[in-house]
């Protein structure tokens, strides 16, 4: 009987995370809630700049303002590129330009940007 428990309770489980999977994924472009709930809590609770939610396939980042993921970028070695306005900005080192698309904003009633970032060579 308890094998029968254990078994119902992580199925359970398995279906409650695919299914926050498939919400985080739609809402904050991230396919792990774990990351995703840490990234709000660092940016909204935590009162930090931004935060690097996830890597891979795509890096993304959420950010309180436009100026927080500029000093992002600037930490990584690139300056703001002329040339991308509404949602896209583009940040260059001379060699490698990235650019980042605001897939959600503050006025889009979100407390922050989530920024998808994409580099071109």
Known sequence: MEKKIL???????AIVYIILAIYTGIK????NPILATIGYVKVELLE???AVV????TKT??????DSISAYMNKQGFTKAEGYYGRT???TNG????????????????PFFV???????
């Open 7 to 13: 078994i119902i309770t992580l199925i359970m489980i």
């Open 28 to 31: 904050y472009h991230t396919i």
């Open 48 to 50: 930090k700049d931004y």
């Open 54 to 57: 996830q890597n891979i396939p």
């Open 61 to 66: 980042i959420f950010a309180k303002s436009d």
């Open 89 to 91: 900005r583009a940040f």
């Open 95 to 110: 060699h490698i330009t990235k650019i980042l698309v605001a897939n959600k904003t503050p006025l889009e009633n979100y």
């Open 115 to 121: 920024w998808s970032l994409d580099e071109i060579i």
